[in-house]
């Protein structure tokens, strides 16, 4: 562990949150959060039950929802939402997110105000790396780190190895982080990153909004990391202002307390990598692994079946008014069927009242309830066997949306312009 | 300390995803042996046939990136509750190989050349390979042949084998007593 040089904004929140070093590089770090959602989390609740251990290390640290399907689909995911709701009364977890208020984890988490800079997270999902994006540690985590989570408050994480991931230049028109992050996986890799951290840096970051920043981190573990980190800076400090108000004087003090947690000029990293985006082109998947990456032009006119628009990575407000820009006063191709879940309810209520759920129900979208369910083929848009879906997700293993499957992952306004067209197109927002 | 080896599954492809080790759909089952089924159900691997090849196996041996993807510990389970109890592999991703200790169950990773020599010399039905955590050394057998190869495990993933999991050692160490 390195004392006498700079460090990195991962190694800052370890050094911070440090509760032990049991062997080697391994640390023991306290939590500040632990979030929970209602696929990996029963089977926790159960354990710790059978071994006589039902307790919870501090019931204002626990978030949990009911997201990846919901409302139930049968009477196991009805007994799944079950042992969640049971759970949440019995330990008095206030923070619990059930149907009506309930939305996916990586996007209702953080509307709530749960993630701070310089936070330790971990949930049972991998993409937790998502709240990186507010200068926290963040990280996925299996359901046995997840169950000494609830009980004892911590995680065990090797000390970090830090990527810094420098995007520069200038987004052109109709590219978005999803177009950023794609070409980023397709050039260092599935594996690229694993056991590290990567920080996304420089001026495209600094320009980002909060959503974008975490549609960034939300793939940082399709290349193996285990978070992605944006640093905290006035647009973090924007965003969390409606729930720390009452903690700090002015914007500007908040900005100074969350500056502690940028990296240090002379910080080691493992690598320094470079993308200029002034040429970068929308870029969709391939393959069936989230770095066969190319342009949308290589893959124009590919036939698909649906399209899906939604998930931890593009079901935002942001994601939302782009692709209604591209659907605006028009109808999908009838050859193809189209679904957009918005995350949160926050988001489905704003999507409304800015009339971009008409626009796309006059396009012929059908709108689902917020949940992570067609994602990983579990409920509310699986497809069929031989079926293709373009989709916003983040994943495009064999079978992730249904076995046989394909599923090519793109941006929302390439999404909604291959819907228009009936095959795989470029949106009339990219102007090259 | 539990014994780790035995028959050995060959799996000839890098980037093995949590996805085909267990579909999600068989994410709402609540009990690990509900899982023993499906295990590779969704594999992409030509040739492969999952209720053939897994039947009697203790070990699987593949090549780089395994158990990418979701952070499913149903994964590790589903490997358990077919007695499938160490993989052997150039990489493993970093949830996917903590959940494997974190449940006393052992990912080991060694060199590309020895992944490729495993590949190239031994794989077949008749492989058994054992781990002695004790001396670091594994022993490839096949028809008669044997060698022995070097691994090392990391003191804390040898104090989890030898806790039964993390739960036993962290709240032994890290808990308020119940």
């Not at chain 1, 959602?37 to 059978?50: G, K, Y």
């Not at chain 1, 420089?202 to 290349?223: I, K, W, Y």
């Not at chain 1, 692994?289 to 290589?298: F, I």
Request: contains cysteine.
């Amino acid at each position: 562990m390195q004392e006498n040089t700079g460090k990195t904004a991962a190694e800052k929140i370890f050094d911070a949150h440090r509760v032990d070093n049991p062997a080697g590089d391994m640390v023991v770090l306290g939590l500040d959060a632990v979030f929970c959602h209602e696929i990996t989390t029963p089977v926790a609740i159960n354990d710790l039950i059978a071994r006589g251990k039902d307790r919870v290390f501090d019931p204002s640290c626990i978030m949990a929802v009911i997201d990846h399907v919901t409302p139930a689909k049968d009477s196991k995911t009805a007994m799944q939402g079950k042992i969640m709701r049971d759970w949440a009364r019995r330990h008095h977890i206030e923070h619990f997110f059930d149907i009506g208020r309930n939305g996916v984890c990586h996007a209702l988490f953080p509307e709530k105000g749960f993630v701070r800079p310089g936070y330790t997270i971990i949930m049972g999902d991998s993409h937790t790396c998502t709240h990186g994006a507010f200068g926290a540690f963040a990280a996925g985590v299996g359901t046995t780190d997840l169950e000494v989570g609830i009980l004892n408050g911590v995680c065990a994480f090797r000390y970090p190895r830090s990527i810094k991931i420098e995007i520069t230049g200038e987004l052109p028109d109709g590219v978005f982080a999803k177009d950023v992050i794609l070409h980023i996986i397709g050039q260092i890799g599935v594996n690229g990153a694993t056991d590290c951290v990567i920080e996304f840096a420089g001026p495209v970051v600094a320009a980002m909004s909060m959503e974008a920043r975490m549609t960034l981190c939300n793939m940082a573990v399709e290349a193996g990391a285990t978070c992605g980190i944006c640093y905290p800076d006035m647009t973090t400090v924007e965003y969390l202002w409606p729930f720390i108000r009452t903690e700090y004087d002015s914007r500007q003090a908040a900005l100074e307390n969350y500056r502690r947690w940028q990296p240090d000029k002379d910080a080691v990293y493992q690598q320094v990598l470079q993308f200029d985006v002034t040429d970068l082109p929308p870029q969709i998947t391939y393959g069936y692994k989230p770095d066969k990456v190319c342009p949308v032009s290589e893959m124009q006119g590919t036939a698909v079946d649906q399209i899906y628009i939604g998930s931890c990575t593009n079901g935002r407000i942001e994601d939302l008014r782009v692709a209604a820009r591209v659907l605006s006063g028009q109808r999908i191709n009838d050859s193809v069927r189209g679904i957009v879940s918005p995350a949160t309810p926050e988001i489905y209520q704003k999507a409304l009242d800015e009339g971009i759920i008409k626009t796309f129900m006059d396009a012929g979208f059908c709108v689902a309830n917020p949940t992570c369910g067609a994602c990983l083929g579990m409920s509310c848009g699986v497809i069929a066997e031989g079926e293709v879906c373009a989709s916003t997700t983040n994943r495009n293993f064999y079978g992730r949306m249904g076995k046989g499957g394909m599923v090519h992952l793109m941006s929302p306004a390439t999404a909604a312009a291959t819907a228009l067209a009936g095959h795989i197109a470029n949106s009339d927002l990219y102007r090259k | 300390m539990h014994t780790f080896g035995g028959k050995t599954l060959f799996l000839d492809r890098s980037d093995i995803n949590t996805d085909e080790i267990i579909p999600a759909k068989y994410l709402t089952e609540i009990s690990k042996a509900a899982l023993q089924p499906y295990l590779l159900e969704d594999l992409n691997l030509e040739g492969f046939d999952p209720a053939k090849d897994i039947a009697g196996c203790r070990v699987i041996v593949t090549r780089a990136n395994f158990g990418c993807g979701s952070s499913r510990e149903h994964a590790p389970w589903a490997l358990e509750v077919n007695g499938i109890h160490m993989v052997i592999a150039e990489s493993f991703a970093r949830i996917f190989r903590q959940n494997m200790f974190n449940c006393g169950m052992l990912a080991i990773d060694v060199p590309r050349q020895t992944i490729d020599r495993l590949f190239s010399e031994f794989a077949g039905p008749d492989t058994e390979i054992y781990a002695d955590l004790e001396t670091g050394e594994l022993t490839v057998e096949k028809q008669g042949q044997q060698t022995r190869i070097a691994f090392s495990v990391s003191e804390f993933d040898r104090a989890l084998v030898a806790a039964g999991g993390w739960v036993e050692y962290a709240d032994a160490r890290y808990g308020t007593g119940s």
